[in-house]
């Protein structure tokens, strides 16, 4: 079934909204929550939660594509979620992700702004729109998505190593980025 169409179900407040909305893009918010989260249950109530979140949202609003709108809403979810159960552990993967931006992003407890968080999301997004398609696709699939470097790879018929090295050129390049916007000491 085509988006609109998916949207329209939701705008009509019918239940097979969700029910078309799983059938196209379930397995895609499963992926992105297993990314973030250890465990499947964890995994399958923050899908349960974003369907109750785009029931909520939609409408009023009418996404487009619908795809990335309700990746966002279960990324959100499972970083949250994440958060809530790790505080003080460690999920190897997604602790991992987070290990290899610490280098030339500041974290949250270092911004002492909202302002200056603001401030470096939009950085990084003008930084992303400089970046070929190939280098902005890997690093949106490794620090949004939390996706393995094999997973990848695989997607893009490239070696592991290389998707590495892709990622680390680009990591150093965003860092010389924040540094030359003044965002970083």
Same mark, same amino acid.
């Given at each position: 079934?085509?988006?609109?169409? @998916?949207?329209?179900?939701?705008?009509?407040?019918?239940?097979?909204?969700?029910?078309?909305?799983?059938?196209?893009?379930?397995?895609?918010?499963?992926?992105?929550?297993?990314? @973030?989260?250890?465990?499947? =249950?964890? +995994?399958?109530?923050?899908?349960?939660?974003?369907?109750?979140? +785009?029931?909520?949202?939609?409408?009023?609003?009418?996404?487009?594509?619908?795809?990335?709108?309700?990746?966002?809403?279960?990324?959100?979810?499972?970083? *949250?979620?994440?958060?809530?159960? *790790?505080?003080?552990?460690?999920?190897? =993967?997604?602790?991992?992700?987070?290990?290899?931006?610490?280098?030339?992003?500041?974290?949250?407890?270092? +911004?002492? *702004?909202?302002?200056?968080?603001?401030?470096?999301?939009?950085?990084?997004?003008?930084?992303?729109?400089?970046?070929?398609?190939?280098?902005?696709?890997?690093?949106?699939?490794?620090?949004?998505?939390?996706?393995?470097?094999?997973?990848?790879?695989?997607?893009?018929?490239?070696?592991?190593?290389?998707?590495? +090295?892709?990622?680390?050129?680009?990591?150093?390049?965003?860092?010389?980025?924040?540094?030359?916007?003044?965002?970083?000491?």
């Amino acid at each position: 079934m085509e988006d609109s169409k @998916i949207i329209a179900l939701f705008f009509e407040r019918s239940e097979q909204a969700i029910a078309e909305l799983d059938r196209k893009y379930g397995a895609a918010i499963r992926k992105t929550a297993a990314n @973030i989260l250890s465990s499947w =249950q964890d +995994v399958e109530e923050c899908v349960n939660d974003t369907y109750l979140g +785009v029931w909520n949202t939609i409408p009023p609003q009418a996404p487009q594509p619908l795809i990335s709108y309700v990746c966002r809403i279960a990324r959100n979810l499972a970083v *949250t979620k994440y958060h809530r159960n *790790t505080a003080g552990k460690r999920n190897g =993967q997604y602790d991992l992700v987070l290990e290899e931006l610490e280098e030339c992003i500041p974290s949250s407890v270092n +911004v002492e *702004t909202d302002y200056d968080a603001r401030e470096i999301s939009a950085a990084i997004s003008r930084f992303l729109d400089t970046l070929r398609y190939e280098d902005r696709y890997c690093f949106l699939r490794r620090y949004w998505y939390a996706d393995a470097v094999s997973d990848i790879a695989a997607q893009t018929h490239m070696d592991s190593h290389r998707i590495s +090295v892709r990622l680390f050129r680009t990591r150093e390049k965003l860092y010389r980025y924040l540094k030359e916007e003044g965002l970083l000491e």
